[in-house]
């Protein structure tokens, strides 16, 4: 586990003598590519706080907000090795490395918000998250990440023909490649700080995210045109290095995983407040908020589900997710 240790001085009195003893504290890191103040980053210094409680002050938590350790490919990869103990990372860039996580990655796979919230706090969502440990991390839990939507600089989509030809990033998932491409229009897989000035510049002609992430990253300064299309309810999951799990006692492992549990309620709480407020914040800039058919959206799908259900585990696993009610 690479980690910092703080040092706090105690006194104690031993005859005549007074003696300073440091205790060290643990602090471990954690990465998240959101700016400070965003749901996901304090959700995890509030599941530090209650780890510091817990713990009696033996372990805290350091968040490096703003992608300061690297967007999340290299964080994955730094967490992976050990280099850092915690990461809030999207579901789409596990989905080439934890192959259940493709299952919610996909388009239109959870009705509704509650609908994927009630999936994944059960025993579909520990099944995900246990499959996290063969690759070197131990899932804790999943944090929401609302619906995700197109939005661009050009014009309203109305309808799935307007998608058609237009230049979407996406983040660096196949999942999410395909299913740009199933639409018609042309995926670009881009780290999440390079899209204000691909927009800007007219490299990409849109992008799709959740409320508070095209707000909060100003993409609604440049991206007038928001669609409601709602094409993915994507978790997304906080996941610790196996090699700084390992480390801990049994009971600090019990502490951690329970703090992470006891952190996605602040989440949604966080999450519910600010998905209102950034949709207040970008229609009153100016952005215009279009509605759409859905089903024409749903149906190209098809094959995009053919090849990421490639096996009868990951049929089962999604076939579970849309029976769940």
Known sequence: MLHFLKLTAATFTFGSLLIGIANAETVLRSADTHPDGYPTVDAVKYMGELI?????????????????????????EQTQ??????NRVSMGPFNGIVPETAVPSLPYIFRSVEHMRHVMDGPIGEQILKAFEAHNLVGLAFYDSGARSFYNTKKDIASIADLKGMKFR???SDVFVDMVNALGANATPMAYGEVYSALETGVIDGAENNWP???????????????????????????????????LSPGDQAIVRQAAKD?????RE???????KSRDIVEQAGVKVSEID??????AMKPVYEKYLSTPELKDLAARIQATK
């Not at 090795?81 to 915690?86: F, I, Q, S």
């Not at 100003?218 to 610790?240: C, R, S």
């Not at 952190?263 to 989440?267: G, L, P, R, T």
């Not at 966080?270 to 209102?276: M, T």
């Open 270 to 276: 966080l999450w519910d407040a600010q998905e209102k």
């Open 263 to 267: 952190s996605v309620v602040k989440m």
């Open 294 to 299: 859905k089903q024409p959206l749903i149906d």
């Open 81 to 86: 090795a050990g280099v850092l103990d915690l």
């Open 52 to 76: 510091k409680e817990r713990t009696k002050g033996a372990y805290s938590v350091e968040v490096y907000h703003s992608a300061q350790l690297g967007e999340e490919k290299d964080t994955i």
């Open 213 to 247: 992430s095209f707000e909060s990253a100003k993409h609604f300064e440049v991206a007038k045109h928001y669609t409601l299309d709602q094409h993915q309810i994507v978790p997304e999951v906080l996941v610790m290095s196996k090699a700084s799990w390992d480390k």
């Open 170 to 172: 996406v983040i660096q």
